[in-house]
């Protein structure tokens, strides 16, 4: 038998003080959980003010939903009580349940949707879909003087069209033999750069960006950050610079313009890495536009991940607003996903945050030397929507195995939750013979994002 070390002390009085059965859990991740009991001050069911109708997981036990209550990170110096409503559903790689309290019931899944956002965009695209951006003229270009006669149109759609990205756009006019434009710049409708929706101030943002005259300092710090992490440091010497005579419109294309070269993104998969790594809501929402919007997201995941639709309702495709979700068709969701990854011999490290270990919501959670890189996941957090709202969902590592989890909390203080969190899945892995570090290596996220690439209508060639 194994020596009873501190940690498994920790664990034990976690467990005790939450008032969690350590038979909950065993080593073959048999389901044994048993609800509390709850009494006549619990509130009020939260169906009742979600007004979502799942099916219940024993009609004949109160359908009062559990008041977690458990211990803080260190459960021996400090008992805190979190009061909230909580859906919470562990499993096997398998399938076995190993903890399942509510994942039944719907709650608000905050930031988690972009979960879902990510496998439905993922299902459409695949991981190495690249957004365009395209340059186009109806001018003509004069070698000797450098000069564009005509107007510069730019199409396209790309969330992660950035300052460096339009300093890029400006060298390969250089290449071409542009430094100055006579006529106007006009962009489409769904132009949007530096996280910016307003076609309008895109176009102007990227007017100005293509000047050198007209660059603040944020604009070339980013571009010789790009230059670094893009492998081009050294290799590009000049100063892309590029100027601009007339107006900034936007408009459709006309029929009478023809491409010059076109701008791609860095690949799907490393966009989505970076937006569940910082959970940036314009990105998710732009993602979720690209197949229809939050509607085509719930129907995507609820067909392919067979899920009833009435526990999987979506007002927006990044978690903001009151979403609900069932931590079962989350579970679900999990599942899919990491099914789809697999094909493209990828992993959940591909696309979520690892705990510890790379920037963004799970930089400093899970970072002890125990317990870092054990964690992948997404994270959700709305401070004042239904109460105050706090998700976690991912994989957990152990050294007996791996497990997917979703935790929902909510009707609380968001700290708390997280502690709580924090606490309960340490507690999942002690019961597991503890964490163990995924395999992962790690790739700064702005190295990800820089893998972008220039390719020329006439060729198939492309200029990385």
């Given amino acids: 038998m194994k020596s009873f070390t501190k940690k498994t002390a920790l664990w034990l009085c976690a467990a005790l003080l939450s008032g969690i059965s350590l038979t ?11 609800r509390p009991t709850t009494n006549s001050s619990t509130p009020k069911p939260l169906l009742q003010d979600i007004q979502v109708q799942p099916t219940k997981t024993n009609p004949t036990t109160s359908s009062t939903p559990l008041i977690t209550k458990t211990a803080s990170v260190n459960p021996v110096i400090n008992d805190v009580t979190i009061p909230g409503y909580s859906g919470i559903l562990v499993e096997t790689l398998d399938g076995k349940s190993v903890v399942d309290s509510y994942s039944n019931y719907a709650f608000n899944p905050a930031s988690n949707v972009k979960i879902v956002t990510a496998y439905s965009v993922l299902k459409t695209f695949g991981p190495d879909y690249r957004f365009q951006t395209s340059v186009w003229t109806d ?12 107007n510069l149109y730019i199409s396209g759609r790309d969330p ?3 300052l460096e990205h339009a300093v890029n756009v400006a060298y390969e006019l250089n290449r071409l033999g542009i430094s100055t434009i006579t006529g106007d710049l006009i962009v489409t409708d769904n132009f949007a750069m530096n996280y910016n929706m307003s076609p309008v101030a895109s176009g102007n943002s990227l007017a100005t960006t293509l000047d050198a005259g007209k660059r603040n300092s944020a604009t070339v710090k980013a571009w010789q950050n790009y230059l670094v992490n893009s492998g081009k440091y050294g290799k590009i010497t000049l100063i892309p610079s590029v100027s601009l005579a007339g107006s900034v419109y936007v408009q459709p294309m006309p029929s009478n313009i023809r491409q ?3 701008h791609e993104s860095a690949p ?5 890495k970076v937006t569940l790594c910082y959970s940036n809501n314009f990105l998710a929402e ?4 690209m197949i229809g919007g939050p509607y085509a997201v719930s129907r995507t995941a609820q067909l392919n991940a067979n899920i009833p639709p009435q526990e999987f309702i979506l007002q927006t495709s990044s978690g903001l607003g009151q979403n609900r979700v069932t931590p ?6 999990l599942r899919a996903l990491r099914n789809d990854l697999a094909k493209w011999k990828m992993t959940f490290a591909d696309i979520m945050p690892v705990a510890g270990v790379d920037k963004g919501t799970l930089e400093g959670r899970f970072d002890t030397d125990f317990s870092r890189g054990s964690v992948v996941g997404k994270t959700g957090t709305l401070g004042n ?12 590592t152990t050294r007996s195995g791996n497990l997917l989890f979703v935790i929902f909390n909510q009707k609380g203080s968001v700290p708390r939750f997280r502690a709580f969190q924090n606490s309960y899945v340490s507690l999942i892995q002690g019961q597991f013979g503890g964490a163990a570090p995924m395999i992962y290596n790690p790739v700064a996220l702005d190295v990800r994002l820089a893998n972008t690439r220039i390719t020329y209508p006439d060729s198939r060639a492309r200029i990385n």
Avoid at 139 to 150: A, K, Y
Avoid at 286 to 289: A, K, M
């Fill in 24 to 34: 909950t859990i065993n080593a073959f991740g048999q389901s044994v959980y048993t």
């Fill in 139 to 150: 001018g003509q270009i004069d070698q000797n003087t450098r000069t564009l006669t005509g």
């Fill in 286 to 289: 732009r993602l979720g536009d």
């Fill in 385 to 396: 929507t239904d109460g105050g709202v706090s998700a976690l969902a991912g994989e957990i």
């Fill in 160 to 162: 992660m069209f950035n």
């Fill in 328 to 333: 079962k068709a989350m579970m679900k969701v």
């Fill in 268 to 272: 799907l998969r490393e966009i989505i």
């Fill in 260 to 262: 010059l070269f076109t």
